[in-house]
């Protein structure tokens, strides 16, 4: 039996003597060498994944102006941010729009900049007009500012993303005869593609299914910069049905995550849009797994043969909430381009950026192996029911 | 009866001649203006989309060309802007002639100019707006 402390991986980090992989090469090394003699070898695997996160924004401090100001609006590159906290501070969120976008008014709307847009500007250096207005008080007294920023400027600014990293999720289809515009992109009708939105074997969640190693305090890549899971994400299901492997069939859990905005880049931080939809941010997260045990290696060796995703009906059973899932295709098919769907061979593209996924589980491999990354034990960690195997 | 656009170079020189009036009352020509950028005295850029028999059309098309119009079929105006695109491969499912496709396994978006048939759909299905019209 291999057993592994966190404080022993973070010696051999620090020693410069941990072997770190990526979870697309441990599974390989797992089927030539088997659980026992690759635990004892590897410490780390490392996961990534790069996809749209409509619940991600970020909190600012503006500074206080003088004379000062209490902000009721304001406004970034003419996108709201919420103010419904502190003088000069605010939550600007990826999906929201200018008030004077069209939206869907001329279907299908472009939706062409957001709050995502916004913020990956702002991490690439670049200038924003801020524009805020408030009712004045005694000890606020300014009513109006209107002034260009730069997020140097800024005296705190931080990414704090609800919802990210969603252990596993829909593949969307389109029974209807219409085409449909939807946050899984653009459907053609009577099947005529398979929308999916996951890093399948690199995702982190699905390296650790039972979230023995996730928790609040663990620190990871986000968004170029480093960032920690401070909670479970919003609409978090420990409790969806899972495969023998532990892993989920359903979306299941997802992660809160915080960071540093002036440490992030533009290259991992992304504005998008959908037609017909809205705009949302394409997110990079990664997650090192510590090899604790042979369980652990285990989990991580999971490969997109063994993955399974729900296909839904966009056009009435997702829309509609009834739930119904029109059957579970492997990761390993859908990177194949095709799947197979009410016996109709359908073409299968991907929302999330596989390639990207990739970059980021190379990039904090080679972090944790020069020991610029160092693990975090997390504070508990998420929530999690170990025995519902589907 | 055909149907193509074409993105057309006027030189500084002819900008200020008829030459859609020319195009439809000589050649028998249907034009559609998409889009145009034509000022006195400059080089003018303008897409336009052309129908009509196929003999009209191509002694329209000489007529411009004989005029120092340059002619170009509107596919070549397709752009991939590699460095915005995050190479997810939400277009490859779009595209209707597989000129946007993806590369296994190294999952990376690939453009082949020559497939590609101007339709303009990934314009607008890229979430990242990787994909560009230039005229």
């Known amino acids: 039996m291999v057993k592994k402390t966190y404080a022993e991986i973070n010696a051999r980090i620090k020693a410069g003597e941990a072997v770190v992989v990526t979870a697309e090469e441990v599974t390989p090394m797992v089927r030539e060498r088997g659980l026992e003699e690759t635990a004892a070898t590897v410490d780390v695997v490392t996961t990534g994944t790069f996809g749209p996160m409509c619940s991600s924004g970020a909190f600012f401090n503006l500074g206080h102006s003088k004379p000062r100001m209490k902000m009721s609006h304001v406004y970034m590159n003419n996108v709201e941010a919420y103010t419904g906290i502190a003088a000069v501070d605010a939550y600007l969120g990826a999906t929201q729009i200018p008030d004077t976008d069209a939206a869907n008014k001329t279907f299908p709307g472009e939706f062409n900049y957001g709050g995502g847009h916004v913020i990956e500007e702002l991490v690439a250096g ?131 995550v915080i960071g540093d905005l002036k440490g992030m880049s533009s290259k991992w931080l992304r504005g998008v849009s959908f037609l017909g939809y809205g705009v949302s941010m394409m997110v990079g997260i990664g997650i090192p797994i510590p090899i604790l045990d042979e369980e652990m290696l285990k989990y991580t060796s999971v490969s997109d043969e063994e993955l399974f995703a729900p296909v839904m009906d966009y056009s009435e059973s997702y829309p509609q909430g009834l739930g119904e899932v029109l059957g579970q295709v492997s990761y390993a098919q859908l990177k194949s381009g095709e799947i197979s769907v009410n016996g109709k061979l359908v073409t299968a593209a991907p929302l999330s950026s596989y390639f990207k996924a990739r970059q980021i589980a190379e990039i904090l491999k080679d972090k944790i192996k020069k020991g610029a990354f160092l693990l975090t034990e997390p504070v508990f960690t998420l929530q999690s029911f170990m025995n519902n195997d589907a | 009866m055909l149907k193509q656009k074409f993105v057309l170079y006027f030189p500084a020189a002819v900008t200020e001649e008829p030459f859609t009036y020319y195009l439809i009352k000589d050649y028998n020509l249907m034009v559609n203006i998409i889009r145009a950028d034509i000022n006195p005295r400059k080089e003018g850029r303008a897409v336009v989309e052309l129908s009509g028999e196929k003999e009209d059309f191509q002694e329209g098309l000489e007529f411009l060309q004989s005029r120092g119009v340059k002619v ?29 496709v993806m590369e296994r396994p190294q999952m990376t978006v690939k453009f082949l100019n020559d497939r590609c048939v101007a339709c303009e759909y990934c314009i607008k299905a890229c979430p990242s707006r990787a994909m560009e019209v230039r005229f």
């Not at chain 1, 600014?157 to 999720?169: D, E, K, S, T, V």
């Not at chain 1, 996730?214 to 969806?240: C, D, K, S």
């Open chain 1, 126 to 256: 670049k200038e924003v007009v801020l524009e805020a207005t408030a009712h004045g008080t005694d000890c606020y007294p300014r009513r109006k500012l209107d002034k260009v920023v730069r997020l140097e400027d800024l005296p705190q600014a931080f990414l704090f993303n609800p919802r990210n990293a969603y252990q596993n999720y829909n593949v969307g289809v389109n029974l209807s005869d219409r085409t449909l515009y939807t946050y899984m992109g653009i459907l053609k009708p009577n099947l005529g593609n398979a929308n999916y939105s996951s890093a399948g074997q690199l995702s982190p969640l699905f390296n650790d299914p039972y979230y023995r190693t996730i928790g609040m305090g663990t620190r990871i890549f986000l968004g170029g910069g480093e960032g920690y899971v401070t909670w479970h994400g919003t609409q978090h299901a420990p409790g969806a049905p899972r495969a023998h492997n532990g892993t989920p069939i359903m979306p299941a859990g997802t992660l809160a």
């Open chain 2, 72 to 100: 170009f079929p509107l596919e070549q105006e397709i752009v991939w802007v590699e460095e915005r695109c995050t190479q997810c491969g939400a277009c490859t499912a779009i595209c209707p002639s597989g000129a946007l």
